[in-house]
């Protein structure tokens, strides 16, 4: 993983975590254990299964955020959802993304 200021970080954590929160972005990810080509977990490894972001902005005197958008990857690692806090949602299984 490269941070934002160019350098390079290797972290193996498994949970969620805060990758970017300040005043105006929120950035959270979900790093899961990681697994190998005969899908068995990995010993060491973690890999991202969900992220989860917004902006805030200013219009005048109110601050306000943008949609929540959450990304996940199902629990059997074979498609995608992407939802809204507005009630959007899609999916993709993981063969229709080639």
Not at 78 to 90: C, K, Q, Y
């Amino acid at each position: 993983m490269q941070t934002l200021d160019g350098h390079q970080f290797t972290f193996n954590g498994q949970g969620e975590f805060w990758m970017v929160k300040s005043e105006t972005f929120e950035l959270q990810a979900r790093l899961v254990r990681a697994w190998n080509a005969l899908n068995e977990p990995s010993v060491t490894g973690t890999v991202f299964g969900a992220a989860a972001g917004r902006a805030w902005y200013t219009e005048g005197n109110t601050t306000a955020s943008s949609s929540r958008v959450h990304v996940a990857m199902s629990a059997d690692r074979t498609s995608t959802r992407l939802a809204t806090d507005s009630g959007n949602v899609h999916s993709r299984r993981s063969d229709e993304l080639n």
